[in-house]
């Protein structure tokens, strides 16, 4: 039942996930097309002496990218005569990048106060190239870590799993034993007399004192620590928007599930005794 709360958690968030892995995408390449797309424009109202909807209807759209469609709209906001800064922010709001809107902000009030529109978009665009440019590096950087918590995640909750299953098995071999072979016997000094002298040291009930309950809500504390602790280095290590938090959570947590469900029966399975299973029944 816990391992089939964790994939309905995980399944839960998927659609936000899928999603905000697409939008994530797609920021990324509005903030590569910005540098084109700024450039451009700086130099045709320099160079043409026109307004900005007149040089955002000159632009070849096709070097927008993912900007194609917000450009247009811009253009056909500020062709209405439109409040130009309302219409900036809302082009900057339907981007959702950070990027992009701190530097339009930027252009707009350097141009708005008089500067030259072809060196102001100059120097905007050569930051978001750079900024790009340093994004993609930490990219490469960072998809060997998060590629890397994954299999890292698998292996420690599997793990733990295993010890936690492993350990109630042979609590529960013990006690089924003390209540069918033992009980006849007596005491149980008597037994341990009663065995050979190699084997007097033995203590033959080192698992009938484990907690296996309390063992149990430990092992499931642990795994959501993981879980939520590995979530949080994905996205502070590769980046991005909020949203992300959810991506790397609905995997974890999916993984979680599986592992909760399949290692203790494949443990159970691994380490049954016949005899004693026939014995039980």
């Given at each position: 039942?816990?391992?089939?709360?964790?994939?309905?958690?995980?399944?839960?968030?998927?659609p936000i996930a899928i999603l905000g892995r697409m939008d994530d995408k797609r920021i990324s390449k509005r903030?590569?097309?910005f540098t084109t797309f700024i450039r451009s424009l700086g130099v045709i109202k320099?160079?043409?002496?026109?307004?900005?909807?007149?040089?955002?209807?000159?632009?070849?759209?096709k070097n927008l990218g993912e900007l194609k469609d917000l450009v247009l709209q811009l253009y056909r906001r500020l062709s209405m005569d439109l409040d130009p800064r309302l219409c900036w922010e809302k082009f900057v709001g339907e981007s959702g990048s950070y990027l992009i809107q701190k530097l339009t902000s930027i252009f707009?009030?350097?141009?708005?106060?008089?500067?030259?529109?072809?060196?102001?978009?100059?120097?905007?665009?050569?930051?978001n190239l750079e900024m790009v440019l340093l994004r993609l590096k930490r990219d490469l950087i960072s998809s060997g870590f998060v590629s890397l918590i994954i299999p890292l995640h698998m292996a420690m909750v599997g793990l733990l799993l295993f010890i936690t299953q492993i350990l109630t098995i042979f609590t529960q071999y013990i006690s089924m034993l003390y209540a069918t072979q033992l009980s006849g016997i007596g005491s149980m000094s008597n037994v341990v007399?009663?065995?050979?002298?190699?084997?007097?040291?033995?203590?033959i009930g080192i698992f009938g004192s484990v907690?296996?309950?309390?063992?149990?809500q430990y092992t499931l504390f642990i795994i959501l620590s993981l879980t939520l602790a590995n979530t949080i280095a994905a996205n502070v290590v590769k980046g991005g928007g909020k949203y992300m938090y959810i991506y790397y959570a609905?995997?974890?947590?999916i993984i979680s599930g599986v592992l909760m469900v399949v290692v203790p029966q494949v443990v159970e399975w691994a380490f049954s005794l016949p005899s004693l299973v026939e014995m039980e029944g």
């Open positions: 039942m816990k391992g089939a709360g964790f994939i309905l958690a995980g399944a839960i968030m998927l903030d590569e097309a320099s160079g043409a002496g026109v307004s900005v909807a007149e040089a955002l209807s000159r632009i070849d759209q707009i009030d350097a141009t708005d106060l008089g500067g030259d529109a072809d060196t102001v978009g100059e120097v905007v665009s050569s930051s007399d009663k065995l050979p002298g190699g084997l007097q040291g033995l203590n907690p296996t309950e309390l063992l149990s609905c995997i974890l947590f």
